[in-house]
């Protein structure tokens, strides 16, 4: 979305609060949860900081909304990777192709927009409700990797003792990665990168998988 400069009407009547939500998307792209200020989100909407403060009373408010857009567009990144996936009828294979794609669509989303990703799992920011977190199929992205781990266990994959320790391994796995892709090992070329998260995810998966 292209937000236009100051002293023009980018929104209709009553959707204020959402041009300032876009706005602030829009600063965190440029450069994460600092680059969030209120009045220049009112600045470039094109309106005064006091209009801005009537629908948000304090920066937290829009951090929230903006760390809410970004979770949603995490789990729309993981959904597009599982839209990737095509059934195969047996039922381990399907589990864990479904498994592959969420950790790839996290670690995608995080090296699209390193600012977004960064808000969303800012210490700054307040609670964010399911609802305004979730990708289209009404899921969060926590939501989908718990789903991708409860396949795993109904296909006799993963050991029942397992399968708590396994949600937060796993997402520390993702996370952890993403934060070296776009930290530390930001200079890999296109090619490596992906050849490390794949490997990466087959290695901790075979950690996972319990032996036949």
């Known amino acids: 979305m292209t937000l236009p400069g100051p002293g023009k009407q980018p929104y209709h009547h009553g959707d204020l609060a959402n041009a300032l939500v876009q706005a602030g998307v829009e600063l965190a792209r440029e450069g994460g949860p600092d680059a969030i200020v209120l009045r220049e989100a009112a600045r470039r909407v094109g309106v005064s900081a006091t209009a801005a403060y009537r629908h948000f009373s304090a920066l937290p408010d829009l951090v929230e909304e903006v760390a809410a857009a970004a979770l949603s567009r995490l789990a729309l990144a993981m959904e597009a990777e599982l839209d990737r996936c095509r059934p195969t009828g047996d039922a381990r294979a399907d589990a864990w192709t479904e498994m592959l794609a969420v950790g790839r669509g996290y670690v995608h989303f995080a090296l699209a927009e390193p600012g977004l990703f960064a808000v969303a799992f800012t210490r700054d920011k307040p609670a964010v409700d399911n609802a305004r977190a979730s990708g289209r199929t009404g899921l969060t992205a926590r939501d989908l990797l718990e789903r991708a781990l409860d396949k795993m266990l109904a296909a006799g994959m993963l050991s029942p003792d397992d399968r708590g320790p396994a949600s937060i391994a796993s997402w520390a796995i993702v996370h952890g990665l993403s934060e070296l892709l776009v930290g ?12 490390v998260i794949e490997q990466t995810l087959e290695v901790f998966g075979r950690g996972l998988i319990i032996r036949e």
Do not use: M, N, T, V
């Not at 530390?184 to 050849?195: F, G, I, N, T, V």
């Open 184 to 195: 530390k090992l930001s200079d890999l070329p296109a090619p490596a990168r992906e050849a």
